[in-house]
């Protein structure tokens, strides 16, 4: 009766095994150092959850200023154009400062780079190049831990990210104080923005780049 209970456990849970140990009653069964070494057995192949794949980068994010008013001014054939004009100068920027283009989505980019002074760089180089173009950008910049999934960094890092760049006014290259931090002393120079709320990700202290 016990032994037709146990096989009915045993097939109810998955990935146990119903295994008997010798003994004359109960309590003997349980006293066995036969249990300790099945435990010992069935712990060894139960599988282990693959540490996550994470990286430290900085993580960079543009986005066009009044994207949808310009697109509307200038007709589909000329804002197809300066469109095109502004992606290839941020793909030229990000080459000559080593970072590596994550994703586009519409007049936005995603970047990474593995330091953040070249991103700072990268990003004022980007800002004053469109600016010739009679474009405005937005940037974001950001270092932290991330999840490789897909071959893309993602988490909160990534998050942080994004909301700085959301943070930032026209023209504005917008760092976290993390990034500040880690610049020290590369003669960058930075203006307190004060501590901002960014939704999903907390409260962050945020400074503007002015100096690059």
Not at 45 to 67: C, I, K, M, R, Y
Not at 101 to 106: H, I, L, S
Not at 129 to 140: P, S
């Amino acid at each position: 009766m016990a032994e037709s209970y146990a096989l009915d456990v045993a097939a109810r849970i998955r990935g146990s095994r119903y295994v008997r140990i010798a003994g004359v009653d109960y309590w003997g069964t349980f006293l066995s150092p036969e249990i300790a070494d099945e435990i010992e057995r069935f712990v060894a192949t139960l599988e282990q959850a693959p540490e996550p794949n994470t990286v430290l980068a900085t993580v960079l994010f543009t986005d066009l200023v009044g994207s949808s008013e310009l697109a509307g001014r200038l007709g589909d054939r000329e804002w197809a154009e300066l469109l095109l004009r502004h992606n290839t100068t941020i793909r030229q920027q990000l080459s000559r400062f080593r970072g590596a283009e994550v994703d586009t989505a519409g007049d936005g980019f995603f970047a990474t780079f593995d330091g953040p002074a070249r991103a700072i760089r990268c990003a004022c180089a980007v800002r004053e190049t469109l600016h010739e173009l009679g474009l405005e950008v937005r940037v974001g910049v950001h270092t932290g831990e991330c999840e490789i999934v897909s071959d893309k960094p993602t988490g909160i890092a990534v998050n942080t990210g994004a909301r700085v760049a959301a943070a930032a006014n026209a023209g504005e290259v917008l760092v976290t104080g993390t990034v500040k931090d880690l610049v020290a002393g590369s003669e960058l120079g930075f203006e307190d923005r004060g501590e901002h709320e960014l939704k999903g990700v907390g409260a962050w202290r945020l400074y503007s780049v002015v100096d690059a």
